[in-house]
């Protein structure tokens, strides 16, 4: 497709203190904060944006004199359209229209017979309770991340206090200190999406974290909410022992008001659920949790949720849990990869933890019934976490292996099709593990292996060990014999 200025669909959003500017083609995108320190981003390399990003200064300008005037941001639109049409022919663009303002960046994943695969994160603060980042912000980091699914989960708690912080991010945003709707973070992001048309599905959350009465309960993320402000319960900062006594099952109110809505429950983060630091072989499941779990009050797990807990994982699987791998994150996002690159992971990835769920079709309705039926994988660094089916058919998706026999050898020809990378070993004719050849296949790579074997006509079938992709708890990671096999006949 040819550019024209109907196919130009520069985006402009303006803040407190910053302003970007997407461009979205085929080919390459530009991301600039240009007041409040410049950031650019720019994918492909062009004539055209070389010479926007030459520009840069005149926008940061203009637009500031344009904001003083208090006129509408059309005529920043027009002045960007000015700069690119000045510098750029019509013809020097190809376009590929999308209806998402940003590109998405990568985790290209192949869907499973039946169902879409969708990335999400269920586990997102804001500013509306202990987070740093606005609701539009989130939702601007998860499409740079190429999310299908976020839920907005601000802690229902924090509205009755005023921390001094938080107190100050809101005032700065304007934004009342105390007794707003709970519903209101999520509905920012819900208009947001709709405002730049977006495909991100938002699912209204929230989170239900009693710790000041209950700090032996851990954490929920309730999902699929109607209206969380039904959920508010009392809970105390520094509660007396006659509140104490008095409410300690308080919280329960909060759980049944999600259960009504018929919500989705997830116990988070198992492995600090108390006030200690991470201790990830020391999960909590007391009696009260059996208790719950009983009563339908729990149908999913964070396997990683600021650690990857073992121990949560053996239990899970015991209770068929939903599996989920989610950030929790409170920081802004350029903040939180690079806490979490420095987190000891081997083999760190571009990419932030996420839950991948295939479901029938992209909508929240289906979404909702694919977490009840724990159609669910985590996807941690290279790491695929979750039932051997599904783990099975991404990978029979992903790859394509040809099978070669000649007189003395075996030659195996993977391609990969997908964005994830795998450890494949290969057991060939019997070898034992020490000897089983071992490669990594990395995204959109071909690789051709040839082995040489004695007794080939033997051979009548490949097994590839993925040691990637893993379908049982495991105390270490880089993981060691833990990856399921794959099967292939001659
Ligand atoms: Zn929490
Ligand atoms: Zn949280």
């Known amino acids: 497709m040819i550019l024209d200025s109907s196919h130009f669909l520069p985006y402009m959003q303006v803040k407190n203190d910053h302003f970007f500017i997407f461009l979205t083609m085929s080919n390459f995108y530009i991301l600039l904060h240009l007041k409040g320190g410049l950031n650019v981003a720019i994918r492909g390399f062009h004539h055209c944006v070389a010479v926007l990003f030459d520009f840069r200064t005149a926008f940061a300008v203009y637009i500031e004199v344009i904001m003083k005037n208090r006129i509408k941001s059309l005529f920043g ?81 924090y509205w009755v206090w005023v921390d001094e912080k938080f107190g100050k991010l809101r005032r700065d945003l304007g934004l009342p200190e105390r007794s707003f709707s709970l519903n209101l973070s999520y509905e920012i992001a819900q208009r947001y999406v709709n405002k730049i048309s977006s495909d991100l599905i938002v699912i209204r959350g929230a989170e239900i974290a009693p710790d000041d009465m209950n700090p032996e309960i851990g954490h929920f993320n309730v999902l699929f909410l109607d209206d969380v402000d039904k959920l508010r319960y009392t809970n105390f900062w520094n509660p007396t022992e006659a509140q104490k006594i008095r409410y300690k099952y308080s919280y329960m109110d909060a759980l049944r008001a999600a259960k009504a809505q018929g919500a989705f429950i997830l116990f988070n983060h198992p492995g600090h659920a108390t006030d200690n630091v991470s201790r990830e072989n020391d999960v909590l499941w007391n009696s009260e949790h059996e208790m719950l779990f009983e009563q339908g009050f729990i149908q999913g797990v964070e396997l990683y949720g600021w650690g990857y807990f073992p121990m949560a994982h053996h239990y899970a699987i015991e209770k068929n849990l939903t599996l989920f791998g989610n950030t929790d994150i409170h920081d802004k996002m350029e903040v939180y990869k690079q806490l979490w690159w420095m987190d000891g992971w081997i083999g760190k990835q571009q990419h932030r933890p996420m839950t991948l769920v295939f479901a029938r079709e992209r909508s929240v309705e289906a979404i909702r019934e694919a977490l009840f039926e724990r159609r669910t994988l985590v996807y941690l660094h290279q790491y695929l976490i979750g039932e051997e089916k599904y783990l099975k058919e991404i990978f029979e998706k992903s790859v394509e292996i040809t099978l ?34 071992r490669y990594l296949l990395q995204p959109r790579e071909t690789q051709t292996i040839t082995h040489k074997i004695n007794n080939v006509m033997d051979v009548d079938s490949v097994n590839f060990i993925i040691d990637n992709l893993i379908n049982t708890p495991t105390d270490v990671f880089p993981t060691v014999n833990k990856g399921i096999t794959y099967t292939l006949e001659f």
Not at 104 to 131: C, M, Q, W
Not at 140 to 156: F, M, P, R, S, V
Not at 413 to 423: A, E, P, R, T, V
């Open 404 to 437: 070669i026999k000649t007189e003395n050898e075996v030659e195996i020809i993977l391609k990969n099709y997908s964005n994830l990378s795998f450890n494949i070993r290969i057991d060939i004719g019997n070898l034992n593990y020490y000897f089983q050849p």
């Open 77 to 157: 639109f027009a002045f960007v359209l000015v700069i690119g049409f000045t510098n750029c022919t019509k013809s020097e663009f190809l376009i590929e229209i999308s209806n998402s303002h940003i590109k998405r960046e990568y985790a290209e994943i192949p869907n499973l017979d039946g169902f879409l695969t969708l990335k999400g994160d269920f586990h997102i603060h804001t500013v509306f309770s202990d987070g740093e980042a606005t609701p539009e912000e989130r939702v601007d980091e998860a499409i740079l991340d190429g999310l299908d699914i976020i839920a907005i989960t601000d802690h229902i708690e």
